[in-house]
């Protein structure tokens, strides 16, 4: 399988949180999903670091470019567990759960790098 047929999810390889859901993550996905830590690979054009730094994002097969919680639950969904994030994307819940995330990604990444950009 080649890359162009992946999601390619990045994540921060030096917040621990994040490590250990990609050591989670990995034995389980299903082979379509590339896991690159920001910090040990070149980034793709058009990214900076302290963007990709700030919260999750996946570049789909097609290029398109998904952020957050959203990126999240589409990385999970290369996994047979991923039917249990579908929730956090139902319409009355979305709104709830990306507010939470946002506020953990800021806290998250001024304790490990100061204040956001964002």
Known sequence: MTESQQDTLYYDGQCPVCRREMDRLQPLQDGRLRLVDIH?????????KAELLEVLHLQDEEGRWISGLDANVRAWRHT???WLFGWLRWPLIAPIADRLYARWARRRYRRLYGPSSA
């Open 40 to 48: 040990s690979q070149p980034l793709p054009a058009g990214r900076s």
């Open 80 to 82: 047979r567990w991923g």
